[in-house]
Nanobody, 118 residues
C-alpha cells in the first residue's frame, strides 16, 4: 500500500538546522511531484517547497534561501534541509506526493513535528 513516512523532526534552537526526510513506497515515486507543507496550531496548512518529477523546485517566499528541497529517486526519498530556523518555523511538517494526469493521485504522510525554541 501507499506510504509516506516523514522523519527528522525535533527540537532545535533558533538559528539551527534540521533535515527532514520522507520515504515513499507503494507507488512510482519518480513520476510524482513531491511537496513539503507545514501547519502550525491554529493556522492553515501552507506550502513550504515542492520538487517536480524532473527536479524543478519551488519555494514559499519566506523559505527561499533558508530551505532546500531535494529528491533521491533511487531511494524513493525527498528531503527538506532547513537552515536558520526561527520560532516561526515551528509546525508539523507534512510530505505530499501528487501525480496529475487523466486521474489525480494525492498522498499524504503523517507529519513530523519541528519545534524551534531556546
Amino acid at each position: 500500500q501507499v506510504q509516506l513516512v516523514e522523519s527528522g523532526g525535533g527540537l532545535v534552537q533558533p538559528g539551527g538546522s534540521l533535515r527532514l526526510s520522507c520515504v515513499a513506497s507503494g507507488f512510482t515515486f519518480s513520476r510524482y511531484t513531491m511537496t513539503w507543507y507545514r501547519q502550525a496550531p491554529g493556522k492553515e496548512r501552507e506550502l513550504v517547497a515542492a520538487i517536480s518529477s524532473r527536479g524543478s523546485t519551488n519555494y514559499a517566499d519566506s523559505m527561499k534561501g533558508r530551505f532546500t528541497i531535494s529528491r533521491d529517486n533511487a531511494k524513493n526519498t525527498v528531503y527538506l534541509q532547513m537552515n536558520s530556523l526561527s520560532p516561526e518555523d515551528t509546525s508539523v511538517y507534512y510530505c505530499n506526493a501528487r501525480y496529475g494526469g487523466i486521474s489525480v493521485y494525492d498522498y499524504w504522510g503523517q507529519g513530523t513535528q519541528v519545534t524551534v525554541s531556546s
